[in-house]
């Protein structure tokens, strides 16, 4: 597609029960990032992909947060137990890969996520 | 661990009023730097970047912004905003050795008509 989608858009759920919040991103864009934004901060980077594989999962929080990108395409953030805590807009965004595209990214709109 | 210091949560300013929005961070090596915006209701989008090079960068709609590698900052400017410029600004850094980009809190910026 044209841009990076990310679905649902909203989710509320409650505490304890399990989501999956899904990211497709540009075509050919070979790095995948997940970011979390809470109220009244910057993103902060959960996990990176290069291809199928996580790169770099140093930003998940706890074992509670997983992450797949099976194809290499489409990535799915999961998060089991969920918590009050967890309720943030979760960002995904993508990129090519190598210099001077690092750090060039094109986000989604994000999917907000509420922990009631 | 990297971070990123922008000095002003929130900025008020009138139409044609010159901005200086301020970014430092904490990083001993090479770093390459950015500035993401946020219009109300839009995706967060890339304004302009820093690799290396001349120091001061320009990107869309008028901005620039310049590194100073002895202070560590990379502070945004416009010479006059206008109210299409309210949105939410954000600094941020990429170690050159690594792919994590880390944000800064965010500056909202109002313009006032």
């Known amino acids: 597609g044209a841009g990076v989608s990310q679905t649902p858009s909203n989710k509320v759920t409650e505490k304890g029960k399990y989501v999956e919040l899904r990211c497709d991103p540009i075509?050919?864009?070979?790095?995948l990032y997940w970011y979390r934004q809470s109220l009244g901060q910057g993103p902060e980077f959960l996990i990176y992909?290069?291809?199928?594989?996580?790169?770099?999962d140093s930003g998940l929080p706890n074992d509670r947060f997983f992450a797949v990108r099976p194809e290499g395409s489409v990535s799915t953030l999961k998060i089991q137990r969920t918590e009050r805590g967890d309720s943030a807009v979760y960002l995904c965004?993508?990129?090519?890969?190598?210099?001077?595209?690092?750090?060039?990214?094109?986000f989604g709109a994000g999917s907000r996520l509420t922990v009631l | 661990a990297q971070s990123v210091s922008q000095h002003n949560h929130h900025v008020i300013l009138s139409e044609a009023a010159s901005l200086e929005l301020g970014c430092n961070y904490s990083y001993g090596g090479t770093v390459n730097l950015f500035w993401y915006v946020q219009y109300p209701g839009q995706h967060l989008q890339l304004l302009l970047k820093y690799f290396s090079g001349d120091p001061l960068v320009k990107g869309i709609k008028g901005f620039e912004a310049e590194f100073i590698k002895s202070k560590f900052s990379f502070n945004l400017r416009k010479p006059s905003v206008q109210w299409s410029d309210t949105a939410e600004y954000f600094c941020a850094v990429n170690p050159v050795e690594g792919n994590k980009l880390v944000f800064g809190a965010g500056t909202i910026l109002r313009v006032k008509s």
């Open positions: 075509s050919g864009h070979t790095a």
């Open positions: 965004a993508s990129s090519l890969i190598g210099q001077p595209q690092v750090g060039v990214l094109t």
């Open positions: 992909f290069q291809g199928t594989g996580a790169a770099d």
